[in-house]
């Protein structure tokens, strides 16, 4: 059955980056794109790009561009996705996602809490 | 970037009722618009895709419709279990994705 199974929580300081995982199993890794979206306490869902396991072409959400690199792991099925140069506005819970047709989000991470504090 | 708006944001409904979300973008995205569900403290969950299909094993109840520009979400009739945020998603370029702001749906 497909799984993603991402990091831990965390707990940063302003000014800080963080970085999270998103392992991937149950189907063929390079198949897939996987998507990056986060929401913040009582709010809705934000994208914040893509990324292509097949060759590790990334886009990111305008929003989010020189301050988001995306990366993966073939060898180990695992996608990342780093956020740097924090705020409070960037806590949130941050979910992976696969999608189906390079759009459709079909299986979703069970999501990492960021919590930016200082 | 494409906007989603959609409306109403709250929505206070009863069990058996019929009901319709609308989504609507800021330029026209063809059929390439998707609605998911999100219940409190779960992860969303795949409703309609390409505007009007249904995902497997999501009850017919729900249904969608709409091109170009204008989008609707209905729910046939209410069931407790629908009571929840559905939020609309645009794909016409699947390198930039957008989220509509979401719509609650409580309990009347």
């Known amino acids: 059955q497909v799984q993603l199974v991402q990091s831990g929580a965390e707990v940063k300081e302003p000014g800080a980056s963080v970085k999270v995982s998103c392992k991937a199993s149950g189907y063929t890794f390079t198949s897939f794109y996987m998507h990056w979206v986060r929401q913040a306490p009582g709010h809705g869902l934000e994208w914040l790009g893509i990324n292509n396991p097949n060759g590790g072409g990334t886009s990111y959400a305008q929003k989010f561009q020189g301050r988001v690199t995306m990366t993966r792991d073939t060898s180990t099925s695992t996608v990342y996705m780093e956020l740097s140069s924090l705020t409070s506005d960037d806590t949130a819970v941050y979910y992976c996602?696969?999608?189906?047709?390079?759009?459709?989000?079909?299986?979703w991470g069970q999501g990492t809490l960021v919590t930016v504090s200082s | 970037a494409i906007q989603l708006t959609q409306s109403p944001s709250s929505l206070s409904a009863s069990v058996g009722d019929r009901v319709t979300i609308t989504c609507r973008a800021s330029?026209?995205?063809?059929?390439?618009l998707a609605w998911y569900q999100q219940k409190p403290g779960k992860t969303p969950n795949l409703l309609i895709y390409?505007?009007?299909n249904l995902e497997s094993g999501v009850p017919s109840r729900f249904s969608g419709s709409g091109s170009g520009t204008d989008f609707t979400l209905t729910i046939s009739s209410l069931q407790p279990e629908d009571f929840a945020t559905y939020y609309c998603?645009?794909?016409?370029?699947?390198?930039?994705?957008?989220f509509g702001q979401g719509t609650r749906l409580e309990m009347k």
């Open positions: 998603q645009q794909f016409n370029s699947y390198v930039q994705v957008t």
């Open positions: 330029q026209g995205i063809s059929s390439a």
């Open positions: 996602a696969r999608a189906r047709a390079a759009s459709l989000l079909d299986f």
């Open positions: 390409h505007a009007s």
